[in-house]
């Protein structure tokens, strides 16, 4: 039996504790069958089942995949303000938000968040500090589980205040 790296245990701790809090906080996450895959080396993965969010041409429904892609950017934030210590004081919303959806989604579904640039995440952190309020945007995408192709792409302007 092998036993997982300190890191792979972080890891895994880390996405617990994100999908219950999503599955306490918003429910309808819960209905969703969203699911927290990976967080680690800057980059959030969720897990969208096609069966739960499924319409009518048997492809996922855009307004689960826009509560995906919203919920991605939210989890990133959530989870790099705790490792940075300054999450409890602060408030995540979602201000804006542009979407498109160049492919249909057909299988279950990966939404990713990654990290933005290094000079513009210090600058938000900075700004929170300062101001108690500051704003920052994520791009999100979605792939079909086996894919590599962006059937999804999504950028968020998240707000953090006190």
């Known amino acids: 039996m092998t036993h997982p790296t300190h890191q792979e245990a972080a890891m ?32 959030l993965q969720l897990h969208l089942p096609l069966q739960a969010n499924i319409n009518h041409k048997s492809t996922m429904f855009g307004g689960s995949l826009y509560c995906g892609a919203v919920l991605a950017g939210w989890g990133w934030l959530h989870l790099q303000l705790r490792e940075e210590g300054i999450l409890e004081d602060g408030h995540i919303v979602i ?17 990713i968040c990654q990290a933005p640039e290094e000079k513009v995440w210090k600058r938000f952190v900075a700004t929170y500090k300062r101001y108690g309020r500051a704003r920052l945007t994520l791009e999100t995408w979605i792939v079909n589980d086996g894919s590599d192709e962006r059937a999804v792409v999504f950028s968020g302007q998240y707000v953090l205040h006190r």
């Open 95 to 111: 201000q804006e938000g542009q979407i498109s959806y160049p492919l249909p989604v057909t299988r279950d579904a990966t939404v």
């Open 12 to 43: 895994s701790r880390d996405s617990r504790y994100l999908e219950s809090i999503l599955h306490h906080d918003i429910p309808l996450t819960r209905e969703m069958g969203l699911k927290v895959l990976d967080w680690q080396h800057g980059q």
